[in-house]
């Protein structure tokens, strides 16, 4: 019997239309231009509108990624949308979107993987393909991270954009994804979380106590060495050496921890895509906003190899290797 593959036949991406740079940030925390790009790569990020959310973030790029692959809303047979900040508590993001698309009746779902979002969305959408249960799925990372963002406090307010990206996927002899990779170890929470909930509770610190926590440094460590191994051990399930591989699309967090994944594959910058400059971390949205640019600035090529990796709270991190 033919294998089934999971092909990307189509991507999209939207950005709310406010940028707000790094000399904006200067006027609202003690930092500076000169900081944040030479710690992170970013010089700017999207902020979402008042009233914009990430409901309508994905359904731009999912729109968009449908018209690439030229296929209808209705003959979408599932949707896995990656984010950590629905719109409303239920329905989830996925139904809203759904909706909106005109594919009512199929199967729609979040994933909250933080930062992992996407690449764990993506590696559901690959099973349910490979299995035979579904011909076309949506696949979407949409944040709108900015809002809990405490604009106050410069270790992590300079760090975060809103954003999302979509992806097409579909059934076909032709790989298509060779593995997917997923991961989570919750022994990490308090390096990276946001701890307030509906069963929890809230506070009544500002935004009812809803501000990520972040412990930079570690985190930064954390994620240098999980990203290594995560590396070997794609390359492994998918029987490919680093060679293999033209381009890595990294997760937006961090230009050096980029770096580091780069220097690991034995990869030039140059077949590296960064947009990390542009969007600073945009959570779930990051992954499939990279690809999207790659796409469509003629960066990446049909039957080119995309490795895709992500690391994010929680921890969880996730890759998958893919032809393109
Ligand atoms: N502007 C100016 N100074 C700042 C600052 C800012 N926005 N944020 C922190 N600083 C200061 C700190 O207070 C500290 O001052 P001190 O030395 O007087 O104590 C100094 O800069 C260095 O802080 P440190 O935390 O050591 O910097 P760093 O080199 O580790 O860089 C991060 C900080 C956050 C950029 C980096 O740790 C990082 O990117 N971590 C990973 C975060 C991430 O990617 N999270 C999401 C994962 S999905």
């Keep these: 019997m033919t294998p089934i593959y999971s092909r990307i036949t189509g991507t999209g991406s939207a ?20 900081w944040i790009r030479t710690r992170t790569g970013i010089r700017q990020r999207h902020v979402a509108a008042e009233g914009e959310t990430t409901g309508d973030l994905a359904t731009l790029a999912a729109q968009r990624a449908l018209e690439a692959a030229g296929v209808k809303a209705s003959e979408i047979d599932l949707i896995v949308l990656g984010t950590t900040t629905p719109d409303i508590i239920f329905p989830s993001t996925a139904c809203l979107v759904q909706h909106r698309l005109g594919a009512n009746g199929c199967a729609a779902f979040d994933v909250n993987a933080a930062c992992s979002g996407f ?80 069963s929890a509770g809230f506070t009544d610190e500002p935004n009812h106590g809803v501000r990520i926590r972040m412990a930079g440094r570690e985190v930064f460590k954390v994620a240098v060495k999980t990203l ?16 293999d591989i033209d381009w890595l699309i990294p997760h937006q967090a961090n230009l050096r921890i980029i770096e580091a994944t780069a220097k690991r594959l034995k990869m030039s910058m140059d077949r590296v895509v960064v947009t990390v400059d542009k969007h600073a971390n945009t959570s779930s949205g990051s992954v499939p906003l990279a690809l999207d640019f790659a796409v469509r600035s003629g960066k990446v090529q049909r039957g080119q190899n995309l490795l895709l990796e992500a690391f994010g709270g929680g921890f969880t991190w996730a890759s998958a290797l893919l032809r393109y």
Excluded at 15 to 34: G, H
Excluded at 125 to 141: E, P, R, T, W
Excluded at 154 to 168: H, N, S
Aim: proline residues 3%; contains cysteine.
């Design 15 to 34: 950005l709310p239309e406010r940028i707000l740079t790094n000399a904006d940030l200067e006027k609202l925390v003690e930092t500076s231009d000169e």
């Design 119 to 198: 690449m764990y969305a993506l590696g559901v959408a690959d099973k349910f393909i490979k299995s035979g249960q579904s011909k076309k799925v949506l696949v979407i990372g949409a944040e709108t991270l900015t809002r809990m963002v405490d604009w106050t406090e410069r270790e992590t307010c300079v760090l975060f954009g809103d954003g999302a990206g979509a992806v097409v996927l579909e059934a076909s002899g032709e790989p298509g994804i060779y593995a997917t990779c997923l991961h989570a170890d919750g022994g990490h929470k308090e390096l990276l979380y946001n701890p307030v909930g509906v």
């Design 228 to 243: 290594d191994s995560l590396v070997d051990e794609t390359l492994q399930a998918a029987g490919m050496q680093e060679s």
